[in-house]
Protein backbone atom coordinates (compact mmCIF):
# COMPACT_ATOMS: atom_id res chain seq x y z
CA UNK A 1 0.00 0.00 0.00
CA UNK A 2 1.22 3.62 -1.15
CA UNK A 3 1.48 5.67 2.37
CA UNK A 4 -1.41 8.19 2.27
CA UNK A 5 -1.45 11.67 4.15
CA UNK A 6 -3.91 11.87 7.10
CA UNK A 7 -5.39 14.74 9.23
CA UNK A 8 -7.34 13.49 12.07
CA UNK A 9 -10.27 16.36 12.75
CA UNK A 10 -11.83 14.60 15.38
CA UNK A 11 -13.40 11.50 17.46
CA UNK A 12 -16.94 11.08 19.00
CA UNK A 13 -18.27 8.38 20.72
CA UNK A 14 -21.69 7.26 22.35
CA UNK A 15 -23.28 4.76 24.57
CA UNK A 16 -26.54 3.31 25.78
CA UNK A 17 -27.50 4.72 29.30
CA UNK A 18 -28.34 1.31 30.62
CA UNK A 19 -25.23 0.40 32.49
CA UNK A 20 -25.26 -3.86 33.35
CA UNK A 21 -22.74 -4.73 35.95
CA UNK A 22 -21.24 -7.94 36.35
CA UNK A 23 -22.52 -8.35 39.98
CA UNK A 24 -26.30 -7.92 38.38
CA UNK A 25 -25.50 -10.13 35.50
CA UNK A 26 -24.23 -12.54 39.26
CA UNK A 27 -27.65 -12.08 40.26
CA UNK A 28 -29.84 -12.26 37.17
CA UNK A 29 -28.06 -15.22 35.71
CA UNK A 30 -28.26 -16.73 39.29
CA UNK A 31 -24.23 -17.47 39.89
CA UNK A 32 -22.10 -17.08 42.48
CA UNK A 33 -21.25 -13.73 43.72
CA UNK A 34 -17.69 -12.33 41.73
CA UNK A 35 -18.43 -15.10 39.29
CA UNK A 36 -19.24 -12.76 35.67
CA UNK A 37 -16.59 -10.36 36.47
CA UNK A 38 -13.78 -13.38 36.95
CA UNK A 39 -15.23 -14.86 33.90
CA UNK A 40 -15.70 -11.97 31.67
CA UNK A 41 -13.00 -9.83 33.23
CA UNK A 42 -15.53 -6.85 32.96
CA UNK A 43 -16.90 -4.58 35.51
CA UNK A 44 -19.58 -2.58 33.57
CA UNK A 45 -20.89 -2.46 30.13
CA UNK A 46 -23.65 -0.67 28.57
CA UNK A 47 -26.71 -2.71 26.55
CA UNK A 48 -29.60 -0.94 24.74
CA UNK A 49 -32.81 -0.99 25.43
CA UNK A 50 -35.25 -2.11 23.05
CA UNK A 51 -35.98 1.16 21.62
CA UNK A 52 -32.37 2.42 20.81
CA UNK A 53 -32.00 1.97 17.26
CA UNK A 54 -27.99 1.14 16.15
CA UNK A 55 -28.53 3.94 13.51
CA UNK A 56 -30.11 6.28 16.59
CA UNK A 57 -26.78 5.36 18.63
CA UNK A 58 -24.27 5.79 15.83
CA UNK A 59 -25.87 9.10 15.16
CA UNK A 60 -25.05 10.33 18.91
CA UNK A 61 -21.59 9.50 17.82
CA UNK A 62 -21.19 11.67 14.59
CA UNK A 63 -23.06 14.81 16.64
CA UNK A 64 -20.17 14.48 19.31
CA UNK A 65 -17.22 13.97 16.65
CA UNK A 66 -19.01 17.01 14.88
CA UNK A 67 -19.66 19.11 18.13
CA UNK A 68 -15.90 18.34 18.94
CA UNK A 69 -14.85 19.77 16.16
CA UNK A 70 -17.27 22.49 15.40
CA UNK A 71 -18.54 20.92 12.39
CA UNK A 72 -21.74 20.78 11.25
CA UNK A 73 -23.26 17.45 9.19
CA UNK A 74 -22.91 19.38 6.23
CA UNK A 75 -19.14 19.57 6.22
CA UNK A 76 -19.52 15.93 6.00
CA UNK A 77 -19.03 14.98 2.66
CA UNK A 78 -18.62 10.92 2.76
CA UNK A 79 -20.10 8.58 5.34
CA UNK A 80 -18.49 5.32 6.01
CA UNK A 81 -20.92 3.53 8.23
CA UNK A 82 -19.10 0.04 9.78
CA UNK A 83 -20.66 -2.62 11.93
CA UNK A 84 -20.27 -6.31 12.43
CA UNK A 85 -24.31 -6.72 12.06
CA UNK A 86 -26.69 -3.85 10.24
CA UNK A 87 -29.79 -2.65 11.50
CA UNK A 88 -31.19 -4.82 9.11
CA UNK A 89 -30.84 -6.70 5.81
CA UNK A 90 -31.57 -3.52 3.23
CA UNK A 91 -31.09 -0.62 2.80
CA UNK A 92 -27.59 -0.09 4.37
CA UNK A 93 -26.73 0.89 7.95
CA UNK A 94 -25.69 4.36 6.48
CA UNK A 95 -29.01 5.13 5.40
CA UNK A 96 -30.87 4.62 8.23
CA UNK A 97 -28.18 7.14 10.32
CA UNK A 98 -28.93 9.72 6.98
CA UNK A 99 -32.46 9.13 8.27
CA UNK A 100 -32.41 9.54 11.50
CA UNK A 101 -31.03 12.55 11.47
CA UNK A 102 -32.54 14.19 8.83
CA UNK A 103 -29.30 14.06 6.80
CA UNK A 104 -28.71 13.88 3.56
CA UNK A 105 -25.22 12.84 1.88
CA UNK A 106 -23.38 9.96 -0.08
CA UNK A 107 -22.65 6.90 2.34
CA UNK A 108 -22.15 2.97 2.37
CA UNK A 109 -21.54 0.39 5.11
CA UNK A 110 -18.66 -1.75 5.30
CA UNK A 111 -18.99 -4.93 7.13
CA UNK A 112 -15.61 -7.27 8.04
CA UNK A 113 -16.81 -7.75 11.70
CA UNK A 114 -14.73 -6.59 14.55
CA UNK A 115 -12.16 -5.06 11.99
CA UNK A 116 -14.36 -3.36 9.81
CA UNK A 117 -12.90 -0.31 11.12
CA UNK A 118 -9.49 -0.50 9.67
CA UNK A 119 -10.31 -1.20 5.99
CA UNK A 120 -12.86 1.99 6.61
CA UNK A 121 -9.66 3.65 7.46
CA UNK A 122 -8.09 2.91 4.70
CA UNK A 123 -10.68 3.88 1.91
CA UNK A 124 -10.66 6.98 3.79
CA UNK A 125 -7.30 7.25 3.27
CA UNK A 126 -7.44 6.29 -0.05
CA UNK A 127 -10.61 8.79 -1.38
CA UNK A 128 -9.31 11.84 0.51
CA UNK A 129 -5.94 10.93 -1.32
CA UNK A 130 -7.12 11.12 -4.61
CA UNK A 131 -9.05 13.82 -4.03
CA UNK A 132 -12.91 12.32 -4.20
CA UNK A 133 -13.92 14.06 -1.18
CA UNK A 134 -12.71 16.86 1.53
CA UNK A 135 -14.18 15.29 4.49
CA UNK A 136 -15.42 11.78 5.66
CA UNK A 137 -16.65 10.65 8.72
CA UNK A 138 -16.42 6.86 9.72
CA UNK A 139 -19.02 6.11 12.34
CA UNK A 140 -18.70 2.11 14.05
CA UNK A 141 -21.82 0.94 15.92
CA UNK A 142 -22.88 -2.46 16.87
CA UNK A 143 -25.77 -3.69 19.25
CA UNK A 144 -24.15 -7.09 20.23
CA UNK A 145 -26.73 -7.56 23.41
CA UNK A 146 -29.23 -8.05 20.41
CA UNK A 147 -27.55 -11.52 19.59
CA UNK A 148 -26.72 -12.59 22.83
CA UNK A 149 -27.36 -16.47 24.11
CA UNK A 150 -27.40 -16.10 27.84
CA UNK A 151 -27.07 -19.26 28.54
CA UNK A 152 -23.58 -19.24 26.64
CA UNK A 153 -20.97 -17.98 28.88
CA UNK A 154 -18.04 -17.84 26.99
CA UNK A 155 -20.03 -15.40 24.47
CA UNK A 156 -22.91 -13.10 26.65
CA UNK A 157 -20.92 -12.32 29.36
CA UNK A 158 -18.09 -10.59 26.95
CA UNK A 159 -19.77 -8.10 24.98
CA UNK A 160 -20.80 -4.24 25.06
CA UNK A 161 -23.11 -2.59 22.94
CA UNK A 162 -21.84 1.26 21.22
CA UNK A 163 -20.51 3.86 18.69
CA UNK A 164 -17.47 5.97 17.90
CA UNK A 165 -16.60 7.92 15.21
CA UNK A 166 -13.85 9.68 13.48
CA UNK A 167 -13.65 12.62 11.59
CA UNK A 168 -10.83 12.38 8.47
CA UNK A 169 -9.63 14.77 5.85
CA UNK A 170 -6.11 14.68 3.81
CA UNK A 171 -3.12 15.77 5.65
CA UNK A 172 0.22 17.54 4.98
CA UNK A 173 3.71 15.94 5.52
CA UNK A 174 3.67 17.88 9.11
CA UNK A 175 0.25 16.05 9.72
CA UNK A 176 1.68 12.27 9.70
CA UNK A 177 -1.36 9.76 8.06
CA UNK A 178 -0.97 5.80 7.28
CA UNK A 179 2.43 3.98 6.69
CA UNK A 180 0.70 0.51 5.98
CA UNK A 181 -2.22 -1.33 6.27
CA UNK A 182 -2.30 -5.31 6.16
CA UNK A 183 -6.04 -7.48 5.89
CA UNK A 184 -6.00 -11.22 6.06
CA UNK A 185 -8.55 -14.01 6.27
CA UNK A 186 -8.14 -17.62 7.36
CA UNK A 187 -10.77 -19.19 5.54
CA UNK A 188 -10.08 -22.59 8.01
CA UNK A 189 -11.58 -20.52 11.04
CA UNK A 190 -14.51 -19.38 9.21
CA UNK A 191 -17.17 -21.24 11.96
CA UNK A 192 -15.06 -20.03 14.90
CA UNK A 193 -17.35 -17.36 15.12
CA UNK A 194 -20.72 -16.72 13.22
CA UNK A 195 -24.10 -15.70 13.27
CA UNK A 196 -25.96 -18.06 11.25
CA UNK A 197 -29.47 -16.42 10.35
CA UNK A 198 -30.01 -12.80 8.97
CA UNK A 199 -29.26 -13.58 5.56
CA UNK A 200 -29.73 -15.83 2.71
CA UNK A 201 -28.75 -19.18 4.13
CA UNK A 202 -31.13 -19.08 6.62
CA UNK A 203 -34.24 -17.92 6.38
CA UNK A 204 -37.99 -18.21 6.10
CA UNK A 205 -37.62 -20.09 2.75
CA UNK A 206 -34.51 -22.46 3.83
CA UNK A 207 -35.03 -23.17 7.07
CA UNK A 208 -34.23 -21.37 10.51
CA UNK A 209 -34.65 -21.64 14.23
CA UNK A 210 -34.40 -19.13 17.08
CA UNK A 211 -30.60 -20.25 17.97
CA UNK A 212 -29.33 -19.51 14.40
CA UNK A 213 -29.88 -15.80 15.22
CA UNK A 214 -27.58 -16.06 18.29
CA UNK A 215 -23.97 -15.52 17.98
CA UNK A 216 -21.27 -18.28 18.70
CA UNK A 217 -18.44 -18.64 18.67
CA UNK A 218 -15.56 -21.63 19.37
CA UNK A 219 -13.46 -19.31 21.68
CA UNK A 220 -10.29 -21.86 21.54
CA UNK A 221 -10.40 -22.31 17.89
CA UNK A 222 -9.64 -18.58 17.65
CA UNK A 223 -6.89 -18.36 20.10
CA UNK A 224 -5.26 -21.19 18.69
CA UNK A 225 -5.66 -19.80 15.41
CA UNK A 226 -4.49 -16.30 16.24
CA UNK A 227 -1.52 -17.65 18.10
CA UNK A 228 -0.66 -19.35 15.13
CA UNK A 229 -1.16 -16.41 12.52
CA UNK A 230 0.28 -13.49 14.50
CA UNK A 231 3.36 -13.10 14.63
CA UNK A 232 3.87 -13.53 10.90
CA UNK A 233 1.10 -11.38 10.57
CA UNK A 234 2.36 -7.99 12.78
CA UNK A 235 6.01 -9.03 10.72
CA UNK A 236 4.57 -8.15 7.55
CA UNK A 237 2.18 -5.26 8.42
CA UNK A 238 5.56 -3.21 10.65
CA UNK A 239 7.73 -4.03 7.18
CA UNK A 240 6.68 -0.62 6.04
CA UNK A 241 7.49 0.63 2.68
CA UNK A 242 9.18 4.10 3.70
CA UNK A 243 10.95 2.87 6.92
CA UNK A 244 10.52 -0.89 8.74
CA UNK A 245 9.51 -0.48 11.95
CA UNK A 246 9.76 -3.19 14.82
CA UNK A 247 7.70 -3.80 18.26
CA UNK A 248 9.71 -1.86 20.22
CA UNK A 249 9.49 1.12 17.89
CA UNK A 250 5.33 1.31 17.85
CA UNK A 251 4.72 3.84 20.84
CA UNK A 252 0.97 3.33 21.57
CA UNK A 253 -1.18 0.14 20.67
CA UNK A 254 -4.89 0.21 19.99
CA UNK A 255 -6.40 -2.77 19.60
CA UNK A 256 -9.48 -4.68 19.38
CA UNK A 257 -10.95 -5.80 22.94
CA UNK A 258 -11.40 -8.55 22.20
CA UNK A 259 -11.54 -10.20 25.76
CA UNK A 260 -9.16 -9.73 28.55
CA UNK A 261 -7.57 -13.07 28.08
CA UNK A 262 -6.96 -12.72 24.33
CA UNK A 263 -5.33 -8.95 25.17
CA UNK A 264 -3.60 -9.83 28.13
CA UNK A 265 -1.57 -12.86 25.85
CA UNK A 266 -1.44 -10.52 22.91
CA UNK A 267 0.76 -8.12 25.55
CA UNK A 268 3.18 -11.21 26.75
CA UNK A 269 3.34 -13.03 23.50
CA UNK A 270 4.51 -10.16 21.82
CA UNK A 271 6.47 -8.31 24.25
CA UNK A 272 4.55 -5.18 24.38
CA UNK A 273 4.79 -2.78 26.86
CA UNK A 274 1.36 -2.87 29.20
CA UNK A 275 1.12 1.00 29.30
CA UNK A 276 1.81 1.66 25.58
CA UNK A 277 -1.58 -0.80 24.97
CA UNK A 278 -4.60 1.33 25.89
CA UNK A 279 -7.34 -1.05 27.79
CA UNK A 280 -11.15 0.08 27.80
CA UNK A 281 -12.36 -3.44 28.12
CA UNK A 282 -13.02 -3.74 31.40
CA UNK A 283 -15.52 -0.78 31.69
CA UNK A 284 -17.04 -1.27 27.99
CA UNK A 285 -16.47 -5.36 26.81
CA UNK A 286 -16.43 -6.14 23.47
CA UNK A 287 -18.13 -3.55 21.14
CA UNK A 288 -17.24 -5.65 17.86
CA UNK A 289 -16.81 -2.66 15.23
CA UNK A 290 -17.21 -0.07 17.60
CA UNK A 291 -14.46 -1.01 19.53
CA UNK A 292 -11.14 0.53 18.18
CA UNK A 293 -12.55 3.75 17.29
CA UNK A 294 -13.52 3.44 20.74
CA UNK A 295 -10.28 3.27 21.69
CA UNK A 296 -8.85 6.08 19.24
CA UNK A 297 -11.15 8.06 20.68
CA UNK A 298 -9.72 7.42 23.86
CA UNK A 299 -6.48 8.25 22.87
CA UNK A 300 -7.66 11.30 21.81
CA UNK A 301 -9.39 11.82 25.33
CA UNK A 302 -6.71 11.33 27.07
CA UNK A 303 -4.11 12.90 25.35
CA UNK A 304 -1.92 9.77 24.43
CA UNK A 305 -2.92 10.26 20.94
CA UNK A 306 0.30 12.95 20.65
CA UNK A 307 2.40 14.50 17.08
CA UNK A 308 5.16 12.58 16.54
CA UNK A 309 3.55 9.25 18.08
CA UNK A 310 3.71 5.87 15.79
CA UNK A 311 0.53 4.27 16.43
CA UNK A 312 -0.60 0.49 15.78
CA UNK A 313 -3.74 -0.35 15.12
CA UNK A 314 -4.57 -4.44 15.34
CA UNK A 315 -7.65 -6.43 15.51
CA UNK A 316 -8.92 -10.04 14.92
CA UNK A 317 -12.65 -10.82 13.80
CA UNK A 318 -14.98 -13.20 12.39
CA UNK A 319 -13.75 -15.05 9.23
CA UNK A 320 -11.09 -15.65 11.15
CA UNK A 321 -9.78 -12.23 9.77
CA UNK A 322 -6.70 -9.97 11.01
CA UNK A 323 -6.87 -6.70 9.79
CA UNK A 324 -3.94 -4.19 10.66
CA UNK A 325 -2.62 -0.56 10.41
CA UNK A 326 0.11 1.76 11.07
CA UNK A 327 -0.33 5.44 11.85
CA UNK A 328 2.23 7.77 12.40
CA UNK A 329 0.72 10.79 13.85
Known amino acids: ?193 QIQAGGTAKNPKTGMCEDDFYFKMDGYGVFKKTSEVLPAFLDNLLNTPKNPLTIQKIDLWLVHQASHLGMSHLIKRLGIAPQKVINIYPTHGNQVSASLPTVLHEAVSTGQWQQGKTVALVGTGAGLTLAGAIWQI
Open 1 to 193: MTPFSLKLIATGKALPTQKVSSDELDKRLNKPAGYVQKRSGIIYRHHADLHLTQAGLAGQAILNACQNANLSLSDIDLLIAVNGVPQQALPSTASHIFAHLNWQGAGYDVNASCVGFLPALEQAGALLNMGCYKRIAICASDLASRGLNWQDDETALIFGDGAACVILEKGTDNDGGLLGFLMKSYPDGIEYC
